[in-house]
């Protein structure tokens, strides 16, 4: 049989303590009361943050109509929120440029963790990165 099955029934609680003294009884008793004091708090602030936050909404619906702003006015706000934050994002044009050994040409943009590939071809062609750069007569 589970635990809540004989807490919550009269008979089986009876007899599942039993043999328990007063005092040891009253020590359960102490322990439930200060687990429901603390749920009783827990569920009155979650109704006071549902209350607050119903106001809130309640106050955002109010300016909404009187300013004759719809959902969609708010939805079309955040999605060009979203665009404008991927537009911030700088495209950092590339800064090495060179060829792997199968042969097919790549560029780094500097920026990073040097591409397994390139540290390679530095290797193999024993170059330095600066013979690689873009901008430096190996176009």
Same mark, same amino acid.
């Given at each position: 049989?589970?635990?809540?099955?004989?807490?919550?029934?009269?008979?089986?609680?009876?007899?599942?303590?039993?043999?328990?003294?007063?005092?040891?009884?009253?020590?359960?008793?102490?322990?439930?009361?200060?687990?429901?004091? *603390?749920?009783?708090?827990?569920?009155?602030?979650?109704?006071?943050?549902? &209350?607050?936050?119903?106001?809130?909404? @309640?106050?955002? &619906?109010? !300016?909404?109509?009187?300013? @004759? !702003?719809?959902?969609?006015?708010?939805?079309?706000?955040?999605?060009?929120? *979203?665009? *404008?934050?991927?537009?911030?994002?700088?495209?950092?044009?590339? &800064?090495? &440029?060179?060829?792997?050994?199968?042969?097919?040409?790549?560029?780094?943009?500097?920026?990073?963790?040097?591409?397994?590939?390139?540290?390679?071809?530095?290797?193999?062609?024993?170059?330095?990165?600066?013979?690689?750069? !873009?901008?430096?007569?190996?176009?």
């Amino acid at each position: 049989m589970d635990f809540l099955s004989v807490l919550t029934n009269g008979r089986l609680l009876k007899s599942a303590v039993a043999d328990l003294t007063s005092s040891e009884i009253q020590d359960i008793i102490q322990k439930l009361q200060k687990i429901h004091d *603390e749920k009783k708090i827990d569920e009155e602030l979650s109704e006071k943050v549902r &209350k607050e936050r119903q106001e809130a909404l @309640n106050a955002i &619906k109010a !300016i909404m109509a009187q300013n @004759n !702003i719809s959902a969609t006015d708010l939805s079309m706000l955040a999605e060009s929120t *979203e665009s *404008e934050k991927q537009i911030r994002r700088r495209v950092v044009p590339p &800064k090495y &440029k060179f060829t792997d050994e199968n042969g097919n040409v790549l560029t780094w943009t500097g920026q990073g963790r040097t591409p397994l590939s390139f540290r390679e071809c530095i290797k193999r062609e024993g170059k330095s990165m600066d013979d690689y750069l !873009i901008n430096h007569n190996n176009d």
